[in-house]
């Protein structure tokens, strides 16, 4: 069976990456920046109507949004690497509200201030500049990040306590990233990223994301 992930470059690309290399799983890199020429490839316009990254493809689906890859990855391959509770109980629960959480409150609200920052960090020439914006969002990204760091408050190692899950995977990404924009990180998040980003696969995923590492297909 062959697994396809398209994108490069980017925190959202770098998320399918990391759980394939936790899961040991081989797959086919197309190594396409946002924006680059290789999204105007004929056959990935025809997979990503939306025309975003990342985006996998297997024998069973074609999904774009890089949390549902990640899901969809644990849910199938996970067992005691990545280990998904069954839906219905309270555990499956409160990791789709962690993860929805990181996503609308925490990602979507970086990728404002990527949006209508000036470069070289953002793509105001693209979207607009709107420094009210930029700064409003820094705020509240901030704030969301002082309630991530509430979860571990009683001193788990991940967001679900003792073990890694899907859930660690988004927010360190997103931790990476709002360290870039500026962004200021709480102590406690400051070193739950350095714990989970000592893991092997973290560094892989971090070396295949990398565009400086290997020439993008085009
Ligand atoms: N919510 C999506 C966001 C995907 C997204 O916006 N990708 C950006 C790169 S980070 C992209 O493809 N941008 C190209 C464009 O908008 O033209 C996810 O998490 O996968």
């Not at 990935?44 to 996998?56: E, T």
């Not at 009683?154 to 500026?182: M, N, Q």
Request: glycine share 6%; proline share 7%.
């Amino acid at each position: 069976m062959t697994r396809t992930v398209w994108g490069l470059g980017t925190p959202r690309t770098f998320r399918p990456l990391w759980a394939l290399a936790e899961l040991g799983l081989e797959y086919e890199h197309r190594r396409i920046l946002a924006r680059g020429p290789g999204m105007e490839d004929e056959h990935f316009r025809r997979l990503s109507k939306r025309h975003k990254i990342p985006f996998y493809e297997d024998d069973r689906v074609k999904i774009g949004e890089s949390a549902a890859i990640v899901i969809y990855l644990a849910d199938r391959y996970g067992g005691d690497i990545l280990p998904m509770p069954a839906p219905g109980t309270a555990e499956r629960a409160i990791l789709q509200d962690r993860s929805l959480f990181i996503m609308t409150e925490i990602d979507a609200r970086i990728y404002t201030i990527r949006l209508h920052h000036a470069p070289p960090q953002g793509l105001s020439e693209l979207y607009g500049a709107a420094p009210a914006a930029v700064e409003a969002a820094k705020t509240y990204v901030e704030n969301s990040l002082n309630e991530a760091a509430r979860w571990l408050q009683d001193g788990r190692l991940y967001v679900l306590g003792e073990h890694f899950c899907t859930p660690d995977i988004l927010l360190a990404s997103c931790l990476v990233w709002a360290k870039l924009c500026g962004i200021s990180v709480p102590k406690q998040l400051v070193e739950y990223l350095q714990r989970v980003a000592s893991r092997p696969a973290f560094a892989v995923a971090m070396t295949c994301n990398d565009p400086s590492n290997a020439k993008p297909d085009d």
